[in-house]
């Protein structure tokens, strides 16, 4: 994934902060308030405003119930593991970026929907989320880096949003955008990326039955580092497709050029559905490591999803299919 010279994912996972310590702080600050214990945090460098998450507005939606078709072959990844392991370059290039991305701030925020639609429109989040069917899916997740988690999204299938937005018969692509705000994003003052961070499906793709909107995870709405407050999950493509924090889809006959695409087009494409016998240029991707554990496995084409996907391809000739 990282282009550049160091290679984030070599870092060591035992740098990072235990979750449970991590969540504590929230704790300790509450019961510190008030105390004047807080002005010994002073010149410390420690800044507790932005280390938590403020309360959720939608935490009562969750969990939703679980749609039982969605089922594992492996142990859900533990929480404090994934939510210590991410990609959010938006925040960092390492794999700690659960600390910068506290500055996120997830209210108010709104997506709009725009393009080739009936519907244009801009919805608030919680309008969103009270309105759509919520469910929980279990999912595998792999990233092309050739590591792999398996979690608990809780969401909504995209196609209830691509309804909402009403596409008129021309629309092939969604083209997913991300929030830009340099301000809190230190990563989006690096200008040699292509902020900010855009993503795109067909529309065949968009309303497929596997594809999910996740607003929440583990049973509560997402952590920032997750993509709060909504991202997308394609479970059969390398993770870098689920983009995450969206604030915007458009509906568009053009293909959408994807950051990692127009960074490296000879490593990263469009379609990027996984597959063992397709290795990236630079590394193998038969197998996988999964997050948490000292367990390989080998890696399944469609990331075992080939049934419900494996037909969005079958009459494509002349495409990069797996990368
Ligand atoms: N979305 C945005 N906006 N920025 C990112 O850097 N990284 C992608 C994807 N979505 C990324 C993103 C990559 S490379 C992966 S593997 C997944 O998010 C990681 O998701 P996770 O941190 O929830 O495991």
């Not at 593991?81 to 970026?97: A, C, I, L, P, W």
């Not at 209830?160 to 997913?176: N, T």
């Not at 290795?279 to 075992?304: C, F, I, K, M, V």
Request: charged letters at 25%.
């Amino acid at each position: 994934m990282h282009i550049l010279k160091k290679r984030s994912w070599e870092m060591p996972e035992r740098e990072a902060t235990p979750e449970s310590v991590f969540l504590n702080r929230r704790k300790i600050l509450a019961g510190l308030a008030g105390t004047g214990a807080i002005a010994a945090f002073a010149g410390t460098g420690f800044v507790p405003r932005a280390a938590f998450a403020e309360e959720d507005p939608s935490s009562g939606l969750y969990p939703p119930e679980r749609d039982a078709s969605y089922t594992l072959d492996r142990a859900v990844t533990p929480e404090d593991v994934t939510s210590r392991y991410n990609n959010f370059y938006e925040f960092g290039t390492d794999k700690q970026v659960y600390r910068a991305a506290q500055k996120l701030e997830i209210r108010p925020w709104s997506v709009t929907l725009d393009g080739m639609i009936d519907n244009p429109q801009v919805v608030d989040i919680d309008t969103l989320v009270n309105k759509m069917p919520l469910e929980e899916r279990l999912y595998r997740h792999r990233c092309v880096e050739a590591w792999s988690m398996a979690v608990p999204w809780s969401g909504f299938a995209l196609s209830e949003l691509v309804k909402m937005a009403g596409p008129q018969s021309g629309a092939k692509y969604l083209r997913f955008e991300t929030f830009m705000d340099p301000s809190i994003a230190s990563g989006q003052k690096q200008s040699w990326y292509p902020w900010p961070y855009v993503e795109g499906l067909t529309l065949e793709e968009a309303t497929n039955e596997l594809t999910f909107m996740a607003t929440g995870i583990y049973g509560k709405p997402l952590l920032k580092q997750f993509g709060a407050p909504i991202r997308l999950v394609t479970p059969w493509k390398y993770g870098f497709k689920s983009i995450k924090s969206v604030v915007r889809i458009s509906f568009t006959d053009e293909r959408p050029v994807n950051f990692w695409q127009s960074l490296q087009d000879q490593e990263y494409g469009f379609w990027a559905n996984v597959n063992p016998e397709v290795p990236h240029p630079r590394w193998s991707q038969a197998s996988e490591r999964l997050l948490g554990t000292d367990e390989r496995r080998d890696t399944l084409l469609y990331n075992g999803y080939a049934e419900q996907v494996a037909g969005l391809y079958k009459d494509m000739t002349g495409e990069r299919l797996f990368m």
